[in-house]
Every structure is written in structure tokens, then in C-alpha cells.
């Protein structure tokens, strides 16, 4: 495991009306998984989409880095060629 490694995944790219449902249901298959804990915040940016911050808890670190090896670069929606792409790393 890295030396970065914990039990929680940071999870960015989820689209800006991302449910918690929806984003459990990509993580809920691996073992160890606990919960997920999504914050929409409003944007700073000049687009006006909120910004979706979402944390991942999984029984250990192992757990989570199995996750995160196998959902990185996973496509939001696979129709669309525009899809948002998650981008897993520690949470700190």
C-alpha cells in the first residue's frame, strides 16, 4: 500500500447533480465498503454548477485501495462521449 494510504477515498468528478444513491451504487460492490458521504457546495466558479465533494469509507485501507485502483478514470455515464471521469486519491 502507499504510504498516502487510508481507509477514506476523496472522489472527484462526479457530476454537479450527482445523488449520494448514485455514487453508492458505483462503490457499494467492493468489499469493505461503509458509506458515502457527499457535500454540494456552491461554485466559485463563473459556470454556477455546484461543486460536489464526495468521501468514500471503506473497512481499511487495503479495501479502499482496491476500489480506487479499479474506478479510476470510470466514465459517469459510458453513452456519453462528454462523460465526467472519476479521479480517486486518499482522502487526508
Do not use: W
Request: glycine content about 4%; hydrophobic content about 40%.
Amino acid at each position: 500500500l502507499p504510504h498516502d494510504a487510508s481507509s477514506t477515498l476523496f472522489v472527484d468528478g462526479l457530476p454537479s447533480d450527482c445523488t449520494r444513491r448514485e455514487a453508492a451504487h458505483i462503490f457499494r460492490p467492493f468489499i469493505g465498503f461503509k458509506e458515502v458521504r457527499l457535500v454540494h457546495k456552491d461554485a466559485k466558479r463563473a459556470t454556477g454548477e455546484k461543486l460536489v465533494l464526495c468521501f468514500v469509507e471503506f473497512m481499511d485501507a487495503k479495501c479502499a485501495a482496491t476500489a480506487l485502483e479499479a474506478l479510476q478514470g470510470y466514465k459517469f455515464d459510458e453513452n456519453d462521449p462528454d462523460s465526467y471521469v472519476l479521479r480517486l486519491t486518499f482522502a487526508r
